[in-house]
């Protein structure tokens, strides 16, 4: 997948990476990264698992789909890990702290993005879809407002200096 669409909005995303089954895509106007893994392996019989970057985004079940793309589509400067892991449904990490500009590399491969990925998070917690903002995890949709207030007042900041 070269391309790919999400579905509130219509954004397209670039792929600028591509390893087999995992890819990095991003997106320009919202300087916005999604990192698409799948499990190489299957746990059971230890075999290659035969996961595709549309089973990620296939098993983004109910409404968990919406939030992965109200994450993608409705914060700027963002850094998504979206991951499928071996005989479950997907995962997501939306990272709103993490500028992808910090990231982007003509040069850095799939892994790379991932480890770098890694090092910007804080401890997660036990839940199948995470956001992170100001430096702590949070579940999906659970973020206090007074959190979101001082975000939202930090990036005015930013913008006015």
């Known amino acids: 997948m070269k391309i790919i669409t999400l579905g509130l909005e219509g954004t397209e995303f670039n ?3 591509v390893d087999g089954e995992n890819a990095v895509y991003y997106n320009a106007d919202l300087n916005n990264l999604i990192i698409v893994r799948t499990d190489a392996i299957n746990d059971e019989t230890l075999n290659k698992n035969n996961d595709t970057i549309e089973d990620v985004f296939g098993y983004l079940v109910r ?3 919406d939030k992965f793309c109200a994450s993608a ?13 071996w005989h479950t449904t997907t995962d997501f990490v ?5 500028n992808p500009k910090t990231l982007l590399s003509p040069n850095r491969s799939v892994k790379g993005y991932t480890r770098a990925f890694n090092k910007n998070c804080p401890e997660l917690i036990p ?3 995470i956001e992170i903002i100001n430096g702590k995890a ?3 949709g659970e973020i206090p407002e007074a959190v979101f207030e001082a975000y939202d007042a930090k990036l005015e900041n930013n913008m006015g200096a």
């Not at 589509?73 to 892991?85: G, L, M, Q, R």
């Not at 939306?94 to 993490?98: K, M, R, T, V």
């Open 94 to 98: 939306a990272n709103y702290d993490l």
């Open 127 to 129: 839940y199948k879809l």
């Open 63 to 65: 409404d968990r789909f």
């Open 138 to 140: 949070y579940r999906h």
């Open 73 to 85: 589509e409705y914060f700027n400067n963002s850094t998504i890990w979206v991951h499928k892991p």
């Open 15 to 17: 792929q600028i990476a």
